[in-house]
């Protein structure tokens, strides 16, 4: 059992948002109290004592989208490729990527992602994997790595046409075998989507493969007009727009997670509406690749459940969160829109994205909530009360002042040190991977 008090609690909880002196009891995997620091030590004498100095107390972060299959190109310069629009970057950098990576690339990927997060606060991750150089249990080698290290995680494989047939095929075995490991463990920290590329790579006949294949056991993860690319092809080739395409393949539902969602009309946001259907923004990537702003306050305002990701960008959700704001802002030439929905996004709609998948209560500290806990070193110089938590945190936050991290009730990091995780055994193997893959690009 462990108290962690003698902070400033935020819980995201509206019936006690805000404690000045508090603290959570953790038992297990849930959290059993959150009180004043005095009252909790009174009450648990026996818990193992976790000492917040005054620093903040607060829900671990959830990421509802991101590429694990990305993170050995940190750095990464690709000779002769200067992209000029969305799909020079992604058939230059990303196709080229993932058609080189083995299961080794794939693992140590997964570790520098997930110790990514566990550093900056982030518990929950909802990932997109694409790895064509090696499909087959590319997945798995992912769940190991997240079993190992502590955290929770939502995964799928990113089918595409693009590599051809028997490729795409084999994508779509990967995500149909995962599926059903994860239908038959059953296991809370882990949990599978059917994933699928932009819908300019995927043609009728694979659609058709992928609803067979999942046989209505999950969700599918997919771009959706990021880019002007998937809006050109519908319409050439099926005389539609990208998200009539998906409904009529019996894509869109409740537990279905769109990305991007950039280019798309009010009428297609009607039906993402109607059939309940999720989305998730992802700003910084949205800017870097210069792809567009999503509407994401026209598609609130509709009542569309709208979450927040990173794209891989990055994993700091926090830096994601300011970028979603001022993007809006710049995007509306209005200095005065998105705060309230941006903050929305973060910190009460990827609960309910997460909340679709796993079965405990995510996002927030109250009694029976997954104990997924987080101290950050804010000691505030401003007034701080229920009231202007958020704007604490966008002006003066950031993931990487995360102290400590707790996820389903275990430690992972303690006074910024991983617990039970050689951090750098684990670069050292990550850095041969990656000089390896390096040259094999740039052979």
């Not at 990173?310 to 979603?324: H, I, Q, V």
């Not at 500290?365 to 009231?387: H, R």
Request: a negative charge; hydrophobic letters at 40%; glycine letters at 10%.
């Amino acid at each position: 059992m462990y108290l962690i008090a003698n902070g400033i609690a935020i819980t995201r909880d509206g019936a006690m948002p805000y404690v000045k002196n508090g603290g959570v009891a953790v038992e297990g995997t849930t959290i059993i109290e959150v009180n004043e620091t005095d009252a909790l030590k009174a009450k648990y004498p026996q818990a193992e004592y976790i000492d917040a100095r005054g620093m903040v107390i607060m829900p671990a972060f959830i990421n509802a989208h991101s590429h694990i299959y990305s993170a050995l190109a940190r750095g990464l310069s690709i000779k002769g490729h200067n992209p000029t629009n969305f799909y020079e970057i992604l058939n230059g950098m990303w196709w080229k990527l993932d058609r080189s990576l083995t299961l080794e690339d794939t693992r140590r990927s997964a570790y520098t992602t997930y110790i990514d997060c566990i550093k900056t606060g982030c518990t929950t991750l909802f990932d997109h994997h694409a790895s064509y150089g090696e499909i087959e249990g590319s997945l798995l080698a992912i769940e190991e790595v997240a079993k190992e290290l502590g955290v929770r995680t939502c995964l799928c494989y990113e089918v595409s046409d693009r590599d051809g047939e028997a490729k795409c095929d084999a994508a779509i075995r990967e995500n149909g075998d995962f599926i059903r490991r994860c239908e038959q463990r059953k296991d809370p920290m882990v949990k599978a989507m059917f994933g699928g590329h932009a819908l300019f790579t995927l043609s009728d006949k694979t659609f058709e493969k992928m609803v067979r294949e999942n046989d209505g056991k999950t969700g599918y993860h997919i771009h959706v007009a990021e880019g002007l690319n998937d809006v050109y092809d519908s319409l050439r080739k099926y005389g539609t727009r990208s998200v009539n395409r998906l409904l009529q393949h019996g894509i869109l539902g409740p537990k279905t997670l769109l990305g991007h969602c950039i280019h798309i009309t009010p009428a297609e946001m009607d039906i993402i509406k109607e059939t309940d259907t999720m989305v998730v923004n992802n700003p910084e990537s949205n800017m870097g690749n210069a792809v567009g702003c999503s509407p994401i306050l026209p598609m609130l305002a509709k009542g569309i459940l709208v979450g927040m990701g990173t794209d891989a960008y990055t994993f700091d959700m926090l830096e994601s969160l300011k970028a979603g704001l001022t993007i809006q802002r710049h995007n509306a030439c209005l200095p005065n829109v998105a705060w309230g929905e941006v903050t929305d996004m973060l910190f009460k709609n990827n609960r309910q994205i997460a909340g679709r998948y796993f079965p405990l209560e995510l996002g927030v500290l109250k009694s029976g909530a997954a104990a997924d806990v987080i101290v950050m070193d804010y000691k505030p110089f401003t007034p701080l009360n229920a009231g202007n938590i958020d704007g604490h945190m966008i002006f003066g936050m950031t993931g990487r002042q995360c102290e400590t991290t707790m996820c389903n009730g275990r430690l992972l990091m303690r006074d910024r040190k991983l617990i039970g995780i050689d951090e750098e055994a684990i670069n050292a193997r990550t850095m041969e991977a990656a000089q390896k893959l390096w040259a094999r690009l740039n052979g």
